[in-house]
Nanobody
Framework: QLRLVESGGGLVQPGGSLRLSCVVS????????ATWFRQAPGKEREGVSC????????KYEDSVKGRFTISRDIAKNTVYLQMNSLQPEDTAVYFC????????????????????WGQGTQVTVSS
């Protein structure tokens, strides 16, 4: 059974950092692209960052460029999102997702193209 389990969320002060992890079980992570989404209260779910199935390509939503870094460890079947210089507007539930590898990078950031979702982890940035 395929499962995606996120962890690493929490409460952090503005300017702080968090690293989110997404452990994939029941499926070979190398066969799929992976995307981190987030959803703030009252807002639509948005793609934050994605990484191609071979790990060679990444894309970031404009507001997180230079602050967030997506990576993966195939041996651990895990995807990461390193988040630095966090701001209150980054507050949201963050979701890990698997996307079919044939999509373009921009398409990987669209929720409609997701095949499998994790349950989400809350990130709160507040002083």
């Amino acid at each position: 059974q395929l499962r995606l389990v996120e962890s690493g969320g929490g409460l952090v002060q503005p300017g702080g950092s968090l690293r989110l992890s997404c452990v994939v079980s029941g499926f070979d992570l190398g066969l799929y692209a992976a995307t981190w989404f987030r959803q703030a209260p009252g807002k639509e779910r948005e793609g934050v960052s994605c990484i191609s199935s071979d790990g060679g390509f990444t894309k970031y939503e404009d507001s997180v460029k230079g602050r967030f870094t997506i990576s993966r460890d195939i041996a651990k079947n895990t995807v990461y999102l390193q988040m630095n210089s966090l701001q209150p507007e980054d507050t949201a539930v963050y979701f890990c997702a698997l996307v079919p590898p044939w999509h373009t990078l921009p398409a990987m950031l669209q929720p409609d193209n997701v095949d499998h979702w994790g349950q989400g982890t809350q990130v709160t940035v507040s002083s």
